[in-house]
């Protein structure tokens, strides 16, 4: 009921009575009191109801924002992490490629010197073969007693 239906039913009740009326005027109007405060109770009820779920979704909308600004913070922390690592890994590269270049150059020092020694052992080789035929050529040796 709205007020304006129990003010409605107050006049209606109060023209009903007369002189001749079995209920007594002062009834009416506690009567007619406790309507209108059961409905003014019943609506303060649906108004804080209201205004409770009002409450609620703007204590959920500030806990969602705090949640929200608590995830993108460790997601920048996240990035900023990444970003260091990508870095290490960055002079990590760099460091490996000069260090597979310096073991590219030595290595080719190495097989430019294998080389050296393989010629030298060919050539000690066919000279060791040269020498004892030539020592059988040679004049004989000189005597260091002789002057």
Same mark, same amino acid.
């Given at each position: 009921? !709205?007020?304006?239906?129990?003010?409605?039913?107050?006049?209606w009740?109060?023209?009903?009575?007369?002189?001749?009326?079995?209920?007594?005027? !002062? /009834?009416?109007?506690?009567?007619?009191?406790?309507?209108?405060? $059961?409905?003014?109770?019943?609506?303060?009820?649906?108004?804080?109801?209201?205004?409770?779920?009002?409450?609620?979704?703007?204590v959920?909308? *500030?806990?969602f924002?705090?949640?929200?600004?608590?995830?993108?913070?460790?997601?920048?922390e996240?990035?900023?992490?990444?970003?260091?690592?990508?870095?290490?890994?960055?002079?990590v590269?760099?460091?490996?490629?000069?260090?597979? *270049?310096?073991?590219?150059?030595l290595?080719?020092? /190495?097989?430019?010197?294998? $080389?050296? /020694?393989d010629?030298?052992?060919?050539?000690m !080789?066919?000279?060791?073969?040269?020498v004892?035929?030539?020592?059988?050529?040679?004049?004989?040796?000189? *005597?260091? !007693?002789?002057?």
């Amino acid at each position: 009921m !709205t007020p304006l239906e129990v003010t409605v039913v107050a006049v209606w009740l109060a023209a009903a009575t007369t002189d001749e009326s079995v209920i007594n005027p !002062t /009834v009416i109007a506690a009567i007619v009191a406790a309507l209108a405060a $059961g409905l003014s109770a019943w609506l303060a009820y649906r108004s804080s109801s209201k205004a409770n779920a009002t409450n609620d979704r703007k204590v959920d909308m *500030d806990e969602f924002k705090e949640a929200q600004a608590w995830y993108k913070e460790r997601l920048a922390e996240a990035d900023r992490h990444i970003e260091r690592i990508r870095a290490q890994l960055d002079r990590v590269n760099d460091q490996l490629a000069r260090e597979q *270049d310096v073991s590219n150059v030595l290595r080719n020092e /190495v097989r430019a010197l294998q $080389g050296q /020694v393989d010629l030298l052992e060919r050539s000690m !080789t066919r000279s060791s073969r040269n020498v004892p035929s030539r020592m059988q050529k040679a004049p004989p040796p000189l *005597d260091p !007693t002789v002057d």
